[in-house]
């Protein structure tokens, strides 16, 4: 069982930069690849990172690319999203996941999370 816990979320500007956590208060990531997911109003939750669990390969949706790096740190147990460069467009609730220690491979699909976390507002002005 593994409990994920967001934090970082906020209103920034245009332009800005902001840093999202995903700490594990219950159970353990380090053998877990993980996932970052948002969901706007009225859309489906859709990929935003992924990253294996040795935390040595990420991939990233076309529309984040060159502006958001997703980190690991197994000794911390938490995971990072640094956001630069925001665009209105990012407004969002920012959800990480982890998959089952079954598997260390990333993944864009969301049915192959196995655990959430409670999502964090992410709310970016023109």
């Known amino acids: 069982q593994v409990r994920l816990v967001e934090s970082g979320g906020g209103l920034v500007q245009a332009g800005g930069s902001l840093r999202l956590s995903c700490a594990a208060s219950?159970?353990?990531?380090?053998?877990?690849?993980m996932g970052w997911f948002r969901q706007a109003p009225a859309k489906e939750r859709e990929f935003v990172a992924t990253i294996t669990s040795g935390g040595g390969t990420t991939h990233y949706a076309d529309s984040v690319k060159g502006r958001f790096t997703f980190s690991k740190d197994n000794a911390k147990n938490t995971v990072y999203l640094q956001m630069n460069s925001l665009k209105p467009e990012d407004t969002a609730v920012y959800y990480c996941?982890?998959?089952?220690?079954?598997?260390?491979?990333?993944?864009?699909?969301?049915?192959?999370?196995?655990?959430w976390g409670q999502g964090t507002q992410v709310t970016v002005s023109p």
């Open positions: 219950e159970g353990t990531i380090s053998n877990r690849a």
């Open positions: 996941a982890a998959r089952s220690s079954f598997y260390s491979g990333a993944s864009s699909r969301t049915n192959d999370y196995d655990y």
